[in-house]
C-alpha cells in the first residue's frame, strides 16, 4: 500500500493512546518483514527516570569508537522522525511512508497499535541504513512493551520510580518486576537502582526472565555502586546526569570486547553527547520533560545547581494521571511565577481544570513562595510567561516542551 508520509502519520496517530502489552503483535508485524530486530546488535535499556539520557551517552560513546549507531526513543517533542535515528540523522520523510504502507494491511488485521506499528519500523529503519549497533529505549515498563522482542548484549535498568501505575502497579516493587523482564540469557544486567528492597526484586525478576528464555541460565548481574558518579568532562547538565552517566558508563564496560569503546571513547562520546529536553539550555528558555515527582526533584536540583538569572517563571502542563500536586509544591521552591495551562497535543489527557483551580485557592495546601496562575489558552500561557522573565522554564511533560519548542520555531535537534 503506497502512502504519502503526512497520509502515514494520518493513519499512525489516531492509534497513540491506545495501549496494549504483549509481544505477540510486534512479532508477527517483524516477521512480516523479514525480523529486522534480529539483525543489529543493540542494547536495551529500561527504567523509570533516565533512561533516555543512558540511551543517548551509551549511543554516543559507541559513535564516538567508531560504530554506525542506531537509537530508538519515545515519545518524540516536535516531530516523529525524532523516534529513529542512524548516526544522529532521523528517519526519512519517505521511509515512514514506505514501512507504513508496508505494515498496515497485516497491522490492521491484528488490531496493531501506534507503538507497536512504530517498533516494527524502527528496526526495520535502523537495519535498512546499516546501523552496526543499536541502543533501544523501553517504551513503558518492560515486560510486555514492544521492544522487549530484542535479544541484546546488554541490558540496563536505570532507577525505579513512581509512574504509570494504572499500567505497572501501585507500588516500587510491582512497577520493577515489569521493568527486570528485559533481562536476557548471555546478556548483563546494569542496574542502577540501588535500594536494597527494590534491587531484590529487579534481581529476582530478572533470574526468573533469564530462565524463562533459556532454562538454567544464570543472571548476570552488574550492580553500578550507589556512590559512583561520572567525574569527567559531560554534556549533559545536572546532577542527576553525572549518576546516569555513570550507569551508561557501566553498561558500555559490560559489552563484549568487540564492541566495548575504550576509555577515550567513553570521554569523547560523554563530553558531546546532548539529549533535547533534559535541561536544554537556548538562550534565557530551559526546556526539562520531567513528568513525574522523581523527574522534577531531579529538575529543581539541577536549577538550584545553575541559580540561572531571576526571576525565573515556568509554564507548566502536566497530564492528568500524573502527580502532579507533588510536582507542583516541589517546583514552587525554584520559581517565581508559574503559569498553569494546558499544551494543545495532550488536549485528551489534560489535567483537571476544575480541580486545579480549587487546589489553588485552597487555603490547606503547602503555603506558595511563587506566584500561580492559571492560563488555560496555550498561546495566552506563553505569552505571559515570557513578560519580565530572567529564565523561562519550560516542563511537565514532552507535549509540554515539544509543543512550545514547535511554537517557537525551535528544532529539537
Known amino acids: 500500500m503506497k502512502l504519502t508520509y503526512r497520509e502515514a502519520l494520518e493513519y499512525l496517530y489516531p492509534r497513540v493512546t491506545q495501549i496494549k502489552f504483549g509481544l ?159 533481562a536476557k540469557p548471555g546478556a548483563p544486567f546494569v542496574v542502577g537502582e540501588t535500594r536494597t528492597a527494590i534491587l531484590d526484586v529487579l534481581t529476582h525478576e530478572a533470574a526468573m526472565s533469564v530462565a524463562s528464555v533459556e532454562p538454567g541460565s544464570r543472571l548476570d548481574l552488574r550492580v553500578v555502586p550507589p556512590e559512583e558518579r561520572y567525574e569527567e568532562a559531560l554534556a549533559l547538565e545536572g546532577p542527576h546526569q553525572r549518576r546516569n552517566a555513570a550507569v551508561a558508563r557501566a553498561a558500555l564496560a559490560a559489552l563484549p570486547a568487540r564492541f566495548r569503546p575504550d576509555a577515550g571513547a567513553v570521554r569523547r562520546g560523554f563530553a558531546e553527547a546532548t539529549i533535547p529536553g533534559r535541561f536544554d539550555r537556548r538562550g534565557k528558555w530551559i526546556f526539562d520533560v520531567a513528568h513525574n515527582p522523581d523527574g522534577v526533584a531531579a529538575l529543581c536540583r539541577a536549577i538550584e545547581a545553575l541559580k540561572p538569572p531571576r526571576p525565573v517563571h515556568a509554564l507548566v502542563s502536566i497530564l492528568g494521571d500524573k502527580a502532579w500536586p507533588e510536582m507542583l509544591v516541589q517546583l514552587d521552591r525554584v520559581v517565581d511565577l508559574g503559569i498553569l495551562t494546558v499544551t494543545p497535543s495532550a488536549e485528551g489527557r489534560r489535567w483537571d481544570l476544575e480541580w486545579l483551580r480549587k487546589w489553588l485557592k485552597d487555603p490547606n495546601r503547602p503555603p506558595a513562595k511563587a506566584e500561580w496562575h492559571l492560563v488555560p489558552a496555550f498561546l495566552e500561557a506563553l505569552a505571559r510567561v515570557e513578560e519580565g522573565a530572567g529564565t523561562v522554564l519550560v516542563t511537565g511533560s514532552f507535549h509540554t516542551v515539544g509543543d512550545v519548542m514547535e511554537a517557537q520555531g525551535l528544532h529539537p535537534v
Not at 503483535?25 to 536495551?44: F, K, M, N, S, W
Not at 535498512?128 to 515486560?143: C, K, Q, S
Open 24 to 182: 505477540d503483535t510486534t512479532r508477527a508485524l517483524l516477521a512480516e518483514i523479514g525480523d529486522p530486530h534480529l539483525v543489529v546488535p543493540c542494547v536495551h535499556v529500561g527504567g523509570t527516570n533516565g533512561k533516555g539520557s543512558v540511551t543517548t551517552l551509551v549511543a554516543a560513546a559507541l559513535r564516538a569508537a567508531g560504530w554506525r549507531v542506531g537509537v530508538y526513543t519515545s515519545p518524540h517533542l516536535v516531530s516523529f522522525r525524532e523516534r529513529v535515528t542512524v548516526n544522529g540523522a532521523p528517519i526519512g520523510e519517505d521511509a515512514v511512508a514506505m514501512w507504513t504502507g508496508r505494515l498496515r494491511p497485516l497491522a490492521d488485521e491484528l488490531g496493531a497499535t501506534f507503538f507497536e506499528t512504530t517498533t516494527a519500523m524502527a528496526f526495520a529503519d535502523l537495519a535498512a541504513r546499516g546501523a552496526e549497533v543499536a541502543v533501544i529505549e523501553v517504551g513503558l515498563g518492560g515486560r510486555l512493551d514492544s521492544t522487549n522482542v530484542v535479544r541484546p548484549m546488554a541490558s540496563v535498568i536505570t532507577k525505579i520510580e513512581m509512574d504509570h501505575q494504572k499500567y505497572l502497579g501501585e507500588t516500587l516493587e510491582a512497577i520493577a518486576r515489569e521493568k527486570a523482564w528485559i
